[in-house]
T-cell receptor, first 114, second 113 residues
Framework: DTAVSQTPKYLVTQMGNDKSIKCEQN?????MYWYKQDSKKFLKIMFS???????INETVPNRFSPKSPDKAHLNLHINSLELGDSAVYFC?????????????FGNGTRLTVT | AQSVTQLDSQVPVFEEAPVELRCNYS??????LFWYVQYPNQGLQLLLK??????LVKGINGFEAEFNKSQTSFHLRKPSVHISDTAEYFC???????????FGTGTRLLVSP
């Protein structure tokens, strides 16, 4: 009964490939996010969706395309993978877009591009 | 824009000793403040948050933090740490009007026997 689950846990792929990461939350939250954690543990927001609508897009390359089929799911598709995309990607959700709504994080997807 | 500074990248401490993890922030607008903890190979969990009211906030696992507006700080403290507190701790801020967390670079707390 994991609250925010993402798959796969590990993803190893070669440069130039296209890959997807899936995220689902069963908390009934309206808002979902993708964060990227680099090798120095720095966390930076990539996207935020509220009720399936994109509300934050933080200057992420066009190769990254989020898709929210419903408010419980937010998937991340990455085209033409590059070495610099190697990182841990975290999905998160919150009750709503209010700043006082804490984030609930998934366990992360470690992406390694070779 | 907001920014968060965690000056200590790593803090080693012995079990049952007190610990303080420092966090300073800058923002041109009002913010809410948060501390999250990340255990190995896991996502982040909320430890505590400051929204308004009393500047001393208590969180889970015996942690507390004090908001100091004049010093723009939100340091995290625990009077007696356990081995199980070994983890990465992230301070974060969000503008009050809209959820957009900005994280610090994290402090690794290493508790040894």
């Amino acid at each position: 009964d994991t609250a925010v689950s993402q798959t796969p846990k590990y993803l190893v792929t070669q440069m130039g490939n296209d890959k997807s990461i899936k995220c689902e939350q069963n908390l009934g939250h309206d808002t979902m996010y993708w964060y990227k954690q680099d090798s120095k543990k720095f966390l930076k927001i990539m996207f935020s969706y509220n009720n399936k609508e994109l509300i934050i897009n933080e200057t992420v390359p066009n190769r990254f395309s989020p898709k929210s089929p419903d408010k419980a799911h937010l998937n991340l598709h990455i085209n033409s993978l590059e070495l610099g995309d190697s990182a841990v990607y975290f999905c998160a959700s919150s009750q709503d877009v209010g700043a006082n709504s804490p984030l609930h994080f998934g366990n992360g997807t470690r992406l390694t591009v070779t | 824009a907001q920014s968060v500074t965690q000056l200590d990248s790593q803090v080693p401490v012995f079990e049952e000793a007190p610990v303080e993890l420092r966090c300073n922030y800058s923002s041109s607008v009002s913010v809410y403040l948060f501390w999250y903890v990340q255990y190995p190979n896991q996502g982040l969990q909320l430890l505590l948050k400051y929204l308004s009211g009393s500047t001393l906030v208590k969180g889970i696992n015996g942690f507390e933090a004090e908001f100091n507006k004049s010093q723009t700080s939100f340091h995290l403290r625990k009077p007696s740490v356990h081995i199980s507190d070994t983890a990465e701790y992230f301070c974060a801020v969000s503008p009050t009007g809209f959820q957009k967390l900005v994280f610090g670079t994290g402090t690794r707390l290493l508790v040894s026997p």
